[in-house]
């Protein structure tokens, strides 16, 4: 097998490493499940280090390189807005059985 390109850091919504494919290329990962790629496809490491292949046309679009040097940013994490008392949700209610329904107080049985 020929050597492969080296690794290369792509940013979407979470980072990945990835290196296109100069062969094609079949394994099968620790699940027992087969991938397979042409060349020009990638083969894409994940945070948690699984790999997968990624047809070339469908990475493109969706992964931009990290440039060397290129600053991170750390995601914005959103702020929880703090409600004044009458306006904040109410915790979940225990789950209560319907009653059946009510006979009018005056009839009572004796």
């Excluded at 020929?2 to 290369?8: F, G, Q, S, V």
């Amino acid at each position: 097998m020929k050597a492969m390109n080296p690794w290369i850091t792509y940013r979407t919504r979470f980072l990945v490493k990835a290196k296109q494919l100069n062969t094609s290329l079949t394994f099968a990962d620790v699940l027992g499940r087969q991938h397979s790629g042409r060349k020009g496809d990638y083969l894409v490491e994940s945070s948690d280090g699984v790999l997968r292949i990624a047809p070339r046309q469908i990475f493109e679009d969706i992964y931009v390189p990290l440039l060397s040097g290129q600053i991170l940013e750390e995601p914005e994490t959103p702020s929880i807005p703090s409600f004044p008392p009458h306006l904040a949700r109410k915790s979940p209610q225990p789950y209560r059985t319907a009653r059946p329904p009510n006979t009018s107080p005056s009839l009572r049985s004796l």
